[in-house]
């Protein structure tokens, strides 16, 4: 089965320094993931994905992750946090289901301070 | 840019009460999801929707749940009969499809509906 572990539920860094938030799977196959966000009162926006292509994937915002299979990791990053960058963070992994739903990760908050 | 659309945005309702979430996918999307989010907890999967019937459900979708599209566009989640423990933001999801350079897995998800049951 698959599964996503977000290692941080807070993470909480200084405007223009960079950002990391850690995510681990766990697959039987090479998965499918996904880094979505959700800003304070609107819906979930892909944020990047990586389908097997790519490992380092660049995604919206600045943000890029890098699928590392020896380390069952795939940390989202950023080079420099902005404000706006303030959101909860889902890692999530497409389940082997014909339809491939997705299963989340518990979720990170980044908080962003001036 | 094309998106999903979701009503209300938020409901309060009674316990026992009936509820009807509606949702409006992408126009050439061919798959259709209802997730939920109970507050401080993980986005749940609640079920998927394909040629106008299930193709998976979750546990947590049990006989107080139903989807229907009704017409063409819309999507739409009823909560039976609703408990306490039904209060979240429910999100409707949708995208493509199978086949070839369709289906990438990326879902395209509306802003949410909050449910709160009394």
């Known amino acids: 089965a698959q599964s996503v572990t977000q290692l941080d539920s807070h993470v909480s860094v200084s405007e223009g320094t960079p950002v990391l938030l850690r995510c681990n799977y766990s697959?039987?196959?090479?998965?499918?993931l996904f880094w979505y966000v959700q800003h304070p009162n609107k819906g979930l926006q892909l944020l990047l994905k990586?389908?097997?292509?790519?490992?380092l994937v660049k995604g919206i915002n600045g943000f890029e992750a890098e699928f590392k299979k020896s380390e069952t990791s795939f940390h989202l990053t950023k080079p420099s946090a902005h404000m706006s960058d303030a959101a909860e963070y889902f890692c999530?992994?497409?389940?082997?289901?014909?339809?491939?739903?997705?299963?989340f990760g518990k979720g990170t908050k980044l908080s962003v301070k001036p | 840019e094309p998106e999903v659309t979701q009503t209300p945005s938020h409901q309060v309702t009674q316990m026992g009460q009936e509820v009807i979430l509606r949702c409006v996918p992408i126009?050439?999307?061919?798959?259709f999801y209802w997730y939920r989010q109970i507050l401080g907890q993980k986005v749940e999967f609640l079920v998927s929707f394909y040629n106008n019937e299930i193709s998976e459900k979750s546990e947590i979708f049990d006989d107080q749940f139903s989807v229907e599209r009704p017409d063409g566009s819309n999507f739409t989640l009823k909560i039976r009969s609703t408990k306490l423990e039904d209060s979240a933001m429910y999100f409707c999801?949708?995208?493509?499809?199978?086949?070839?350079?369709?289906?990438?897995?990326?879902?395209?998800f509306g802003e949410g509906s909050r449910l709160t049951v009394l």
């Open positions: 990586y389908t097997s292509a790519a490992t």
């Open positions: 697959s039987s196959y090479s998965p499918s």
């Open positions: 999530v992994v497409r389940s082997g289901g014909s339809q491939g739903n997705l299963i």
């Open positions: 999801a949708s995208t493509r499809g199978r086949g070839a350079g369709l289906n990438t897995g990326e879902l395209f």
């Open positions: 126009s050439n999307h061919l798959y």
